[in-house]
């Protein structure tokens, strides 16, 4: 049981910054490749970007490629996406999500936090 807690959205501008959090429970975190996403009203769920177990590997949308930025620190049980250079096409909620190294879907989900870009 992986439980997800994403915190650090709100309002901006555009051309702004925003970090946003992920806290995970237990102690398998380092057992579970991590995902961003993202819904805008109207929009369907969309991917922003990936981690895997170790760090290693990371991919992006590419939509925020060269923008966005995910990290993750294992000691700390928490994943990160810096966000920079925002847009108001950005604006959506955030949710992070967990999927363990050999299944094929994310399968923990987070709360979501909200993302305003104002223009």
């Known amino acids: 049981q992986v439980q997800l807690v994403e915190s650090g959205g709100g309002l901006v501008q555009a051309g702004g910054s925003l970090r946003l959090s992920c806290a995970a429970s237990g102690r398998t975190f380092s057992t579970y490749a991590m995902g961003w996403f993202r819904q805008a009203p109207g929009k369907e769920r969309e991917f922003v970007a990936s981690?895997?177990?170790?760090?290693?590997?990371?991919n992006y949308a590419d939509s925020v490629k060269g923008r966005f930025t995910i990290s993750r620190d294992n000691a700390k049980n928490t994943v990160y996406l810096q966000m920079n250079k925002l847009k108001p096409e950005d604006t959506a909620v955030y949710y992070c999500?967990?999927?363990?190294?050999?299944?094929?879907?994310?399968?923990?989900w987070g709360q979501g936090t909200q993302v305003t870009v104002s223009s």
């Open positions: 981690i895997s177990m170790s760090g290693g590997n990371t």
């Open positions: 999500a967990a999927r363990y190294w050999s299944a094929n879907y994310y399968e923990y």
